[in-house]
């Protein structure tokens, strides 16, 4: 059995990224976590829009141990 695609989707106030990934669940949280580092620090958001962030994804940025809950949702065929 393949592994099932994964899509993820994050926006903010202009602007929207959409990526499809066929990894695992490491590799997801990996790129939501530097997705997350690079908005933050991106000087032309807001310095609230770039706390929100922070606030949003700390678990994922500084995780306490070795697991994460992940919550995911599967389409309906």
Do not use: C, N
């Not at 994964?6 to 990526?19: N, P, Q, V």
Request: hydrophobic share 40%; net charge negative; charged share 30%.
């Amino acid at each position: 059995m393949e592994p099932q695609g994964t899509t993820i989707a994050t926006s903010l106030t202009g602007t929207s990224e959409k990526i499809i990934m066929a990894t695992t669940t490491e590799d997801i949280v990996a790129h939501v976590r530097e997705w997350s580092l690079d908005r933050a620090a991106d000087m032309s958001i807001a310095k609230d829009d770039a706390r929100a962030i922070l606030a949003e994804f700390y678990e994922w940025i500084e995780p306490e141990g070795e697991e994460l809950e992940i919550v995911s949702l599967e389409p309906e065929d």
